[in-house]
């Protein structure tokens, strides 16, 4: 299993078409967070994409809530910096402001 930078998954994600891209604390992941990627479509490809890179199976499931139809979860390590709870509950979605 290899850890894999937030940042880079956001990127990634980006040229994939992702609707909306953030990290959360998780309880199953070897990282102990998971990046949050949201899409419109099934996208296939780019968990494909990831749980080669990760050698771990990535999480995709469709939702009825959220910023778009699916999601998935991928391990990675977040960046130091200032962390602003959205909800304010643990498992939250969260936000990333970096201190520089």
């Given amino acids: 299993m290899r850890s ?13 078409g992702a609707v909306e ?4 604390e998780s309880e199953r992941s070897f990282t102990g ?3 949050e990627v949201w899409f419109a479509q099934l996208p296939s490809a780019f968990a494909a994409k990831w ?16 910023p778009a139809r699916f999601a998935v979860s ?7 910096g200032a962390v602003q709870l959205s909800g304010g509950q643990r498992g939250g979605r969260v936000r990333v402001r970096l201190v520089r």
């Fill in 33 to 35: 967070y998971v990046a």
């Fill in 4 to 16: 894999v930078p937030f940042e880079v998954v956001c990127q990634l994600a980006a040229e994939f």
């Fill in 51 to 66: 749980a080669a890179v990760v050698g771990y199976q990535v999480r995709v499931r469709c939702v009825s809530s959220g």
């Fill in 74 to 80: 991928v391990p990675v390590v977040v960046p130091q």
């Fill in 21 to 24: 891209c953030a990290w959360r």
